[in-house]
């Protein structure tokens, strides 16, 4: 289908946010002739008046920026052909770039005010506004060094990003893997055929992709933990600059979350390995294997059974389960669902998958490519669930603390879905169904908390074994992930020697102690959930403290605010027994 061909009622309607080609060039003209204005301020940050003055001014321009750069891109989504869009997007794009270049004092010169005159901002009521970056400021200055050391930093960090590099090259360009057999043809193998291979009915296509991808890894792996290697002594190196204690330690201060958090994902996961390994079992039982191997773990355990629903019984669904959330939720999803906040429909042109996004002027907006299948009904209840967080976000906060941040961005749409995989469990009456939507729960749970808070567990072993002057060799480093892997996943399945070896193809490693968010973000969630269902009366804590605190606060803070400390065991003692509570019931309807 042509996008002409779509029926206006699956459209999104983006005049809602820049009602016409001449409002965007008038928006976009404001933005132009603020930026000089913007740069007068350089130097004055340290006047009070001065300072007022510059951070109005510069809430409105980054409105405006951010109302024409969010619609320009979202047009030019509805169709890659529209050559209109491309266009009005690159202009925006360059734009955005100069007014970053223009206001990017900002940060040095806060951080070189002293603290009194920070704190006398902070505690000012005229800079109420301002006071959550104010603090922020004021948190990392401890972290900021001389400005000899900052520029020494900065000239290292180029090559720093080196070893990303080398293994971005690896990964999509130079390695090359034998190709797959399959049904007498040959199928060629990469990083991204890979998965869907590896879920093959055909016991041998898997095994192979699985033998050729690591051998083709293997072929390199000198060169690949050298340059891991690397990657870990760059962070731990940039971390003991700026005076942390290691990499974990500068990471999370990023992230505004305390490193106990970390490390109390690990370890409540280490005390619940039971379930996890009841459910490798189940597997094993169920596909009747006497021995299973890492190559068997990605293949369906319960036939493919579809709810095959057209997009307005998707919502009519997705209404239905949200109900515990309460009329007021339930009616901002019906706004949404009709008053042209969606884009549902695929169409040539098209922009892949599904995401929400938006400004703070304008209601959320959400794109899908809605076909029918049960992971779609998901997907729907998903973006509706960052759709209105952020709704909720623009109301409750000031244009400068409305955006969240990513520690907690996926919480309340994973919540949705929870309680729309919940919903569907209580009401769906056809047992193959049932039992496809608990395999479909059990691996995503295994998948994101497990296998992911084992990947954090290998990070945090790496950057340590560094500062202990362990070298990090391919023995190292493969010898400890075969017995994280086998630890993780039990006596059911065998930790192939291959395994060994898949530290070395994972891009995020480059970017250190960023997965441990998947495992946190579905255990909030779902513990999030699960106090919903229980006591109605907790919607409205999550509605006020979580859904509309946006980023007043550090993402940690909010959370604790919604009674969710990641820093305890509780929020993991809730999604272990949702995790546990399901494995018995696929046992028992497999039974
Ligand atoms: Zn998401």
Redesign the pocket.
Known sequence: MTRNEVDKKYKWNLSDMVKSADEFEKLFKDVETALPALASYKGKLGDRAAALEFFKLDGEVERKLELIYIWSHMYKDEDAKNGEAMSLAMRTDGLAARCGETVAFIDSELSALDKATLDAYIADPDFAEYDFSLKEVLRRKAHILSDREEALLAMSSDALRTTTNVAHMLFDADMKFEPVVKGGKKIELNNSSYGELLGDENREVRKSAFNNLYDGYIAHINTLAANYAGSVKGDNFVARARGYKDGLEMSMFGDGVPSSVYTNLIDAVNKNFAPLHRYIALRKKLLGLKEQHMYDLYVPVIENAEMKLPYEEACQTVLTALAPMGDEYVGLLKRAMTEGWIDVMPSAGKRGGAYSWSAYSAHPYVLLNYTPTTEDIFTLA?ELG?CLHSYYSQNGQPFSKWNYQIFVA?VA?ICNETLLDEYLMKNVKDVNIKKYLLSLRLNRFRTTLFRQAMFAEFEYNAHKMDLEGKPLTVDNLSGMYLELNKKYYGADVVSDDKIAYEWSRIPHFYNAFYVYKYSTGMTAATSIAQNILKNPEYVNVYKNKFLKAGGHKLPYDILCDAQVDLATVKPYDDAFAFFNAALDELEELCK
């Open positions: 998903h960052h996926e749409s």
